[in-house]
């Protein structure tokens, strides 16, 4: 649903259907699972059917979980193929 391109060229898709964010870098054949991929859930790092995302100025990486009612914060290695880190939570009715 959302796609998200940095300066790099780095481009962050959101696969609202398996619950995941998915990071492909410049030239890159092939994607990593920086976020969730591990299956429907209200966890930390779990998804929802994820909705969209965004960065701010810091590079954090908020992504709105549509079915849990939040928006979650990640600090992403943006050099790497680590996985984002939960950072914060918000929570909306």
């Known amino acids: 649903r959302s796609v998200v391109i940095d300066q790099m060229g780095t481009v962050y898709v959101v696969d609202s259907i398996n619950h995941r964010i998915m990071r492909w870098f410049k030239d890159?054949?092939?994607?990593?699972?920086?976020?969730?991929?591990?299956?429907?859930?209200?966890?930390?790092?779990?998804?929802?059917?994820?909705?969209?995302?965004?960065?701010?100025?810091?590079?954090?990486l908020y992504v709105v979980d549509l079915n849990n009612n939040r928006i979650q914060m990640f600090t992403i290695d943006k050099s790497s193929c680590v996985k984002g880190t939960f950072e914060k939570l918000l929570l909306f009715e």
């Open 28 to 60: 890159s054949k092939s994607g990593n699972v920086i976020i969730g991929g591990r299956g429907i859930g209200s966890e930390p790092n779990q998804l929802s059917y994820p909705e969209d995302l965004q960065f701010d100025r810091q590079g954090n």
